[in-house]
């Protein structure tokens, strides 16, 4: 689903927020939880493989950004990124923030 929405949106690298302002938004933790289940076909349940659970909001935001800017360079994350609104991004960052390792 999230591969039909990058193709849908047309989104480049220039449309990314700065990361400042995308600091800035509370994630909501819950809705994190519902769109962490798409993340979980790579990530396995809990975040474990690479590890997301446990991870700080600043890092998560920071690495996220970074996949949808093209600074970090790996292609299934840079399309997972570009499908991913600021919201949703600060979500999936509260959320696993809130998860235990």
């Known amino acids: 689903?999230?591969?039909?929405?990058?193709?849908?949106?047309?989104?480049?690298?220039?449309?990314?927020?700065?990361i400042d302002a995308l600091l800035e938004i509370?994630?909501?933790?819950?809705?994190?939880?519902?769109?962490?289940?798409?993340?979980?076909?790579?990530?396995?349940?809990?975040g474990r493989i690479p590890p997301l659970a446990g991870l700080p909001r600043e890092y998560m935001l920071s690495a996220l950004h970074d996949y949808k800017s093209g600074v970090r360079e790996n292609a299934t994350m840079k399309n997972v990124a570009m499908a991913l609104g600021d919201d949703e991004m600060a979500a999936l960052a509260a959320f696993f923030e809130t998860e235990t390792p």
């Open 1 to 18: 689903m999230m591969l039909a929405l990058v193709c849908a949106t047309g989104v480049s690298a220039e449309d990314v927020a700065p």
């Open 26 to 46: 509370e994630g909501d933790v819950a809705y994190g939880e519902y769109l962490a289940t798409e993340c979980t076909a790579c990530h396995g349940g809990g």
